[in-house]
């Protein structure tokens, strides 16, 4: 496959999308052109709404990557010592153990955390 470069992009309404919005309306959301140089290839493309539905954000969900903090008992040294081979790192301030959300899924450690960070 050639790499294909992409010199404009037109909403509709700007000139030269009148025919395709005359046949696709509402549904088109914009062209593009690009070329490829090594074919010397100019194609104009399209891209359309084929599908819509409701959709609400999942409030309740927690980022992959959003830093949380976990409680973890002075004497559990072993669970300790596998938050800090996950990154874990130890925060004074909240006495708590802070580390991304994925790592505490992936321990199983879901049931101890304290408060997500913004």
Not at 18 to 29: A, Q
Not at 43 to 59: N, P
Not at 103 to 116: C, E, N, Q, S
């Given at each position: 496959?050639?790499t294909?470069?992409?010199?404009?992009?037109?909403m509709?309404?700007q000139?030269?999308?009148k025919k395709l919005?005359?046949?696709?309306?509402?549904k088109l959301?914009?062209v593009?052109?690009?070329?490829d140089?090594?074919q010397?290839?100019?194609?104009?493309t399209i891209e359309?709404?084929?599908?819509?539905g409701?959709w609400?954000k999942?409030?309740?969900?927690i980022?992959?990557?959003?830093?949380?903090?976990?409680?973890i008992?002075?004497?559990?040294?072993?669970l300790?010592?596998l938050?800090k081979?996950s990154?874990?790192?130890?925060?004074?301030?909240?006495?708590a153990?802070?580390?991304?959300?994925?790592?505490?899924v992936?321990l199983g450690?879901?049931?101890r955390?304290?408060?997500?960070?913004?």
């Amino acid at each position: 496959m050639t790499t294909m470069e992409t010199k404009r992009k037109l909403m509709p309404g700007q000139p030269g999308t009148k025919k395709l919005i005359e046949k696709y309306g509402e549904k088109l959301i914009c062209v593009r052109y690009r070329y490829d140089p090594k074919q010397k290839r100019k194609i104009k493309t399209i891209e359309l709404i084929v599908e819509e539905g409701h959709w609400e954000k999942d409030s309740k969900k927690i980022p992959q990557n959003k830093k949380v903090y976990v409680r973890i008992a002075y004497d559990e040294i072993y669970l300790r010592n596998l938050v800090k081979d996950s990154g874990g790192k130890w925060n004074r301030q909240k006495r708590a153990w802070e580390l991304p959300y994925r790592a505490v899924v992936a321990l199983g450690l879901t049931d101890r955390i304290l408060v997500a960070e913004n």
